[in-house]
């Protein structure tokens, strides 16, 4: 079996002294050794001298593999990983999209290519399917609710894009002037297929094989199908990156415990803005409810909660288009929490209280419609962790 060992803060310990305790771990049966980075303050010379210092003094250092993990507090993570493993870690704590605590940790996403652009660099290879990183990054935006900024290395949306005029004329002559890697190595299409509203099911299926999304059945095909010529009486050109959003809001969700049916919003400068919202409850009878708000957002939350009836205050809201023009599809993620004493849990080692957040993530070329759905999504995670809760004190109580 695989034991790893991991000595807390260990950048800014004194490395003889780390020799003598990882020593003894490895005496005492572990055969990984992971060096942590915990508070992002070492330098990627400091770093790589550390991981060589201690695999070249430590008792038995040959016989174990050396592991990084790197916060990104100075913003050097990644290059304090990858100088670890050119120093000698064969083994990388990691990431997608840097999420982490504080300001996050090693960017998966960015040491798999940077070894992988740069193999000359690097005595090392990962087995990771690159083409499956977008895809990925974007799952996991989803799910956690954290959006991923434009300018993020090699999944953000401005990562391959080319606005300077002189870098676009040297793409058109030849791609490798301005391009250190091909967006298709990372998931993207470089298929010239445009998508419309008189596109078929086989067209669709094709792009979205092209997109790494091979693996859906006939099922979710049709409903990721519907979406996409909903989508598209819309809009004139149906992007990836719109298909990308459809897939995300159709298959990433949560359980719908309530289910959203339709939304109807009346708003403007001079009237007070009212929304009309129906429901699916959990028995799957319909519930309709009204109710006036300090805009268009407002005014649907407000009647969503007249229905679900689960106090919560929401504590971030973000939208973005996933595209350019005016009939982009919006993104919204929002993070809720709730109001009363289940929305907190107990640090086991402080004490303290923490509060839950429950995110949701919603898509639509309309914002109010996103920025429901969105709000569903993060009342239905809510009500499934509240769910699993009363179960596991059943299941002690018997």
Request: glycine share 8%; with cysteine; aromatic share 6%.
């Amino acid at each position: 079996d695989d034991v790893e060992f991991s000595p807390e803060d260990a950048g800014r310990s004194d490395p003889q002294f780390l020799t003598v305790v990882l020593g003894e771990a490895i005496k005492a049966g572990a055969t990984t050794l992971n060096i942590p980075d915990t508070v992002g303050y070492t330098t990627p010379d400091e770093f790589g001298w550390l991981i060589n210092y201690l695999i070249e003094n430590t008792p038995g250092g040959d016989t174990v593999i050396w592991s990084t993990h790197c916060h990104n507090d100075l913003g050097l993570a990644t290059a304090n990983t990858l100088a670890g493993v050119r120093n000698g870690a064969r083994q990388v704590e990691v990431t997608l999209n840097g999420i982490g605590e504080r300001a996050g940790n090693t960017s998966l996403e960015e040491v798999v290519m940077a070894i992988h652009t740069r193999p000359q660099n690097f005595t090392v290879e990962t087995n990771i399917d690159t083409t499956q990183i977008t895809r990925t990054s974007r799952m996991v935006s989803a799910y956690t609710g954290m959006p991923i900024q434009p300018n993020k290395a090699i999944v953000g949306a401005n990562a391959f894009a080319h606005e300077a005029g002189i870098h676009q004329d040297g793409m058109l002559k030849h791609h490798t002037t301005y391009e250190i890697m091909r967006p298709e190595t990372v998931g993207l299409s470089a298929s010239a297929l445009v998508l419309g509203k008189h596109s078929g099911r086989h067209a669709f299926r094709t792009r979205l094989d092209e997109l790494g999304y091979s693996d859906l059945n006939d099922d979710a095909l049709n409903q990721a199908f519907s979406r996409f010529k909903r989508v598209a009486d819309k809009k004139k050109v149906v992007t990836d990156a719109d298909i990308e959003a459809i897939i995300t809001d159709e298959f990433y969700q949560p359980r719908e415990i309530w289910k959203l049916n339709t939304v109807h919003v009346s708003c403007g400068d001079q009237i007070s803005a009212t929304a009309t919202v129906s429901l699916t409850d959990p028995h799957g009878v319909e519930q309709i409810d009204a109710a006036i708000g300090t805009g268009p957002v407002d005014a649907v939350y407000k009647a969503i909660n007249r229905i679900v009836q689960v106090p919560n205050v929401l504590t971030e809201f973000v939208v973005q288009a996933v595209t350019e023009g005016i009939d982009a599809i919006g993104e919204v993620t929002i993070r809720i929490q709730p109001e009363n004493e289940q929305g907190f849990t107990t640090n086991p080692q402080t004490g303290a209280q923490i509060a839950r957040t429950y995110s949701g993530h919603g898509a639509s070329t309309d914002i109010i419609v996103a920025s429901a759905r969105a709000y569903m999504s993060a009342l239905n995670k809510m009500l499934s962790a509240r769910e699993e809760t009363s179960a596991t004190i059943q299941q002690k109580a018997v």
